[in-house]
């Protein structure tokens, strides 16, 4: 079992910058890919970033592309999210989640984008970005 806490939303100017952290419980989450989703009012949820279990490899969006970063300390059981150059269009309530697993031998954009692939979530944190 795997409990993930989000911390680090908030308000923000549209150009600024927050750091998205998603603290793990649990002695197994460095054997676990992370990601970020978010989603917005009357949206469908949507996949942000993931990086591998080593932190080896990380998947972004096109629309944070460049602009957010994702990265773990594995020995703090943390991942962290974080977002610069922040738009309106970023705003929304960013979940991380665990996947992948050991003994899932998925791999590829596909499978770290997709929710499916994801066994734990945290509830989520507010991201309010003002123009």
């Known amino acids: 079992q795997v409990q993930l806490v989000e911390s680090g939303g908030g308000l923000v100017q549209a150009g600024g910058s927050l750091r998205l952290s998603c603290a793990a419980s649990?002695?197994?989450?460095?054997?676990?890919?992370m990601g970020w989703f978010r989603q917005a009012p009357g949206k469908e949820r949507e996949f942000v970033a993931a990086?591998?279990?080593?932190?080896?490899?990380?998947y972004f969006d096109d629309s944070v592309k460049g602009r957010f970063t994702i990265s773990r300390d594995n020995v703090k059981n943390t991942v962290y999210l974080q977002m610069n150059s922040l738009k309106s269009q970023d705003m929304a309530v960013y979940s991380c989640?665990?996947?992948?697993?050991?003994?899932?031998?998925?791999?590829?954009?596909?499978?770290?984008?997709?929710?499916?692939?994801?066994?734990?979530w945290g509830q989520g944190t507010q991201v309010t970005v003002s123009s």
């Open positions: 989640a665990a996947g992948l697993g050991p003994g899932n031998y998925c791999s590829g954009y596909g499978c770290y984008a997709g929710p499916l692939s994801y066994d734990y």
């Open positions: 649990g002695r197994t989450f460095s054997r676990y890919a």
């Open positions: 990086i591998s279990w080593d932190g080896g490899v990380t």
